[in-house]
């Protein structure tokens, strides 16, 4: 079956404190993984797609890279205004085929303290 | 632009009565679909349209019905609410055929209705 899973759950970080969020994935065969951003009471926002191993994409404070087995969301010196809960997804045919689908992480809740 | 608004953004029921949650997209997309979320489930997907006329279901499509008479709107119905049904309910669209290979996953979600069924 295929699955995602992100670790970790929850992560506190001090404003400037670099680090890594993790996305582990168990799919046949992946399309396209994704990185979402979730503030408290809002929809999920996109950040960025990874296609293939080796890929790396960067916004602002936040650098997303993909292996074959998990992607990660580094976040260097960040700060209180990057708390949110990041999602990771993954596809593995186009969501507009049959059957096709975002498959969603359980989310990793990033909490910066000034 | 609006982008995709949802309505009602909360809303209480009682077991077995029905209601309609309602999302409209102003961005000309095509595929349009929605999302429950409920704690430690993650994001999963419940119908999904990739136009006008056209539905189909996703992971979770049991107690719900969709329709698409427009690109513009896609209404969720919940025929008899139970229980397992509360939850936060999301309405994302995309363009089709966005991003290549990785399949249109660069989705636009609504700021969610959070429905309680007592």
């Known amino acids: 079956e295929d699955q995602v899973t992100q670790s970790p759950e929850a992560l506190r970080l001090q404003e400037g404190e670099s680090s890594s969020l993790n996305c582990s994935y168990t799919?046949?065969?992946?399309?396209?993984l994704f990185w979402y951003r979730q503030d408290p009471g809002k929809g999920p926002e996109f950040l960025f797609t990874?296609?293939?191993a080796g890929e790396e994409k960067e916004k602002e404070r936040l650098k997303a890279t993909l292996t074959k087995k998990e992607s990660f969301l580094h976040i260097t010196a960040p700060k209180p205004e990057d708390s949110a809960t990041y999602l990771c997804?993954?596809?593995?045919?186009?969501?507009?085929?049959?059957?096709?689908?975002?498959?969603f992480g359980q989310g990793t809740e990033l909490s910066v303290k000034p | 632009n609006a982008g995709v608004t949802q309505t009602p953004k909360f809303q209480v029921l009682k077991t077995g009565q029905s209601m309609t949650l309602q999302c409209a997209q102003d961005?000309?997309?095509?595929?349009m679909s929605w999302y429950r979320q409920d704690p430690g489930m993650g994001l999963r997907l419940i119908h999904y349209?990739?136009?006008?006329?056209?539905?189909d279901q996703g992971e979770v499509p049991n107690g719900y019905n969709v329709s698409r008479s427009t690109t513009e709107d896609f209404p969720l119905r919940l025929l008899s609410a139970a229980p397992s049904q509360t939850s936060v309910y999301f309405c994302?669209?995309?363009?089709?055929?966005?991003?290549?290979?990785?399949?249109?996953?660069?989705?636009?979600f609504g700021e969610g209705s959070r429905l309680t069924v007592l």
């Open positions: 990874l296609y293939s």
């Open positions: 799919v046949s065969g992946l399309r396209g």
């Open positions: 349209s990739v136009g006008a006329g056209i539905t």
């Open positions: 994302a669209s995309t363009v089709m055929g966005l991003a290549g290979a990785g399949g249109a996953g660069e989705l636009f």
């Open positions: 961005m000309n997309h095509e595929y």
């Open positions: 997804a993954v596809t593995t045919r186009p969501i507009y085929n049959q059957g096709g689908k975002l498959i």
